[in-house]
């Protein structure tokens, strides 16, 4: 199973990115898939993460109402929109299966003031 994440770039503060990440293995529907991000200095942190079924999602505090999480089964991806970015949300962005230790490689988002 490998996850293959993109989307991030430069953005200034008030813009949008849509994150995706790509998984292969037939069995992306039984998964539950998380967001996660590092920013410099600090340690990894949950963002969100949204039930294998797409019918239940959670959010942390920080990103809750600005950020959405979706996914497509069909495509085997998972998807993270991110609006009304700040730049405090400057980080690599990872995806992960829940539950396991299956990550993406990462993805930078810079948001500049």
């Known amino acids: 199973v490998q996850l293959q994440a993109s989307g991030g770039g430069l953005v200034q503060a008030g813009g949008s990115l849509r994150l995706s990440c790509a998984a292969s293995?037939?069995?992306?529907?039984?998964?539950?898939m998380g967001w996660f991000r590092q920013a410099p200095g600090k340690e990894r942190e949950f963002a969100a993460c949204i039930r294998y079924s797409g019918g239940t999602t959670i959010y942390a505090n920080s990103v809750k109402g600005r950020f959405t999480v979706s996914r497509d089964n069909a495509k085997n991806t998972v998807y993270l929109q991110m609006n009304s970015l700040r730049p405090e949300d400057t980080a690599v962005y990872y995806c992960?299966?829940?539950?396991?230790?299956?990550w993406g490689q990462g993805t930078q988002v810079t948001v500049s003031s």
């Open positions: 992960r299966i829940s539950g396991t230790n299956i």
């Open positions: 293995g037939r069995t992306f529907r039984d998964w539950d």
